[in-house]
């Protein structure tokens, strides 16, 4: 049994990772003629976890169940950012419990940010007995030897480490879309942001060799792969924990050399968004004039007390300096309200930054305090009704710029690459612009997996819809 502790994983080594082949277990044959269903909660790093999650339980002989309850293995991939993603999974938890006492064959594994976290481990083995097995985010590829182990032994089995390994290449991967795709670029953080608990749940920064990312893409262009996602919790860092002084906009630039119809990378902390990244973004109409720059908050005081690095007046400059030199550009965000010691004042800076910014989305999340963050430790006397009403108020102006925004774009026309269908029609597609907004219009099925050109014709807040133009 190894079990996490947030001493080890807040610990960062100088030494840089090594790089490890996966080695499938093709010759283990524990899943034949079962099935299995994985939960994903959380953030992409999370969907694209669960992708190679998939493929290795294939391997095993298992094949995926579209329907939980009535699988032999179900797998929780779990997230711990903010409090309701922790008591979502430990309801399901509660709920697999019943599951279990009327099938005892099921096997239960939890894994993903929660299974790093120390309180959420030890609550597992005290009081969580349907949970057979756990593994960490720094073990993924460990899991056909922990399902194993625990066939073999019939016992909860824990295998959670707290420092990060290897980085894995030439892990199997089973993608839920055959034309859009998620490339990790780097795994984990080292910014330490005071809220947040990812640097303890993904270790420290480790970024992917250049040639295995660029191979990835140019395999996914060959099988006809028409958007890669380059994902990390700050791309924009991508190399600075290796010595070779390839940096994210040698990456981007090599990323739409192999002629993919569109780049996107998330996320970018506006700290390391340098001046040439904005140029290679210009310059390249492969690469989606669409950025995510979570801003946090507009107080400077505040912005400071979360450990991020940029002021008010930095994070301004950056948004326009990226709105001028990038043609046609969509800017989202994210914002925290009701952090600790947050005054009518510094919300305030907030709303005046919204307004200043006038976002094409953003996510606005109430501060959740996190087990073991600097944060968590910090006075925080401000009710949390009135938090509330700052959410609420903070959401009517984002939700006034989005629909202002969508309705620019009425008359115009856009490129789509559909997605696919709603389920109300066969001839309902959807699909996302080039600036990440998403738009519904009419065509065949056969447009699944393409791009198409489509007239605007209304926007609401968070879609717009449109009549196709050509295919
Ligand atoms: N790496 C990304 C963020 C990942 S978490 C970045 O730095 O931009 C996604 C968002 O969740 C964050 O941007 C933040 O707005 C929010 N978040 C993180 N920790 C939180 C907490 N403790 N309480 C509330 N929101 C939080
Ligand atoms: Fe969390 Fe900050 Fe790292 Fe983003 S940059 S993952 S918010 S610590
Ligand atoms: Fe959640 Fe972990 Fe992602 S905490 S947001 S699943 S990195």
């Not at 082949?21 to 079962?34: A, E, M, T």
């Not at 669409?290 to 450990?307: A, D, E, N, T």
């Not at 559909?418 to 080039?434: A, S």
């Amino acid at each position: 049994m190894q079990l996490p502790s947030y001493k080890e994983a807040r610990s960062r080594k100088k030494e840089l990772v090594e790089r490890e082949v996966y080695q499938s277990s093709k010759d283990v044959i524990l899943g034949k003629g079962k099935t299995y269903y994985v939960k994903t909660y959380g953030c992409q790093m999370n969907e694209h976890d669960s992708e190679n999650i998939k493929a290795m339980l294939e391997e095993l002989g298992f094949s995926e169940s579209l329907e939980m309850e009535a699988s032999d293995l179900i797998i929780l991939n779990t997230c711990s950012i903010r409090e309701n993603a922790h008591n979502k999974a430990f309801g399901m938890i509660g709920r697999l419990k019943h599951l279990k006492e009327s099938r005892p064959e099921l096997i239960v594994g939890v894994c993903g940010c929660m299974a790093q976290e120390e309180g959420v481990v030890s609550d597992i083995l005290s009081k969580y007995k349907q949970v057979n097995f756990v593994f960490g985010t720094h073990n993924l590829h460990r899991l056909p030897y922990i399902l194993k182990k625990h066939l073999d032994s019939q016992k909860q089995e824990i295998e959670v480490l707290s420092v990060e390994g290897n980085l894995i290449e030439g892990m199997p991967v089973k993608r839920a879309s055959k034309h859009k795709a998620f490339v990790n670029i780097m795994y984990g953080c080292d910014k330490f942001c005071t809220y947040c608990i990812v640097p303890y749940t993904r270790g420290k920064q480790r970024s992917r060799d250049k040639a295995d990312i660029l191979r990835e893409v140019e395999q996914l262009v060959a099988e006809g792969y028409q958007e890669v996602t380059l994902l990390g919790q700050n791309v924009n860092a991508y190399g600075k924990d290796r010595n070779d002084q390839y940096c994210m906009e040698n990456l981007l630039e090599d990323v739409a050399k192999t002629g993919i119809s569109r780049v996107r990378f998330m996320t970018s902390h506006p700290w390391d968004f340098t001046d040439q990244m904005i140029h290679v973004i210009g310059q390249y109409s492969n690469i989606m004039p669409s950025i995510h720059l979570p801003v946090q908050s507009g107080s400077s005081r505040i912005l400071k007390l979360m450990g991020r690095r940029y002021t008010k007046e930095e994070y301004l400059d950056l948004f326009d300096k990226i709105k001028k030199n990038i043609p046609n550009v969509s800017v989202s965000t994210d914002i925290i309200v009701g952090f600790p010691g947050e005054t009518e004042e510094d919300f305030q800076d907030t709303l005046d930054l919204v307004e200043h910014c006038k976002y094409d989305n953003a996510f606005t999340f109430i501060f959740s305090a996190r087990e073991n963050t600097a944060a968590c430790r910090l006075k925080d006397d401000t009710p949390l009704r009135e938090k509330e009403q700052r959410l609420y108020r903070l959401n009517t102006i984002v939700n006034r710029y989005f629909l202002e925004n969508n309705q620019k774009l009425i008359g115009t026309v856009v490129p789509v690459l559909v997605d696919g269908c709603n389920e109300n029609g066969k001839t309902d597609l959807f699909g996302y612009t080039d600036t990440n907004k998403l738009i519904n219009f009419n065509g065949d099925q056969s447009l699944i997996g393409k791009m198409v050109s489509v007239k605007v014709t209304d926007a609401k807040t968070w879609s717009l819809d449109g009549e196709l133009v050509e295919f």
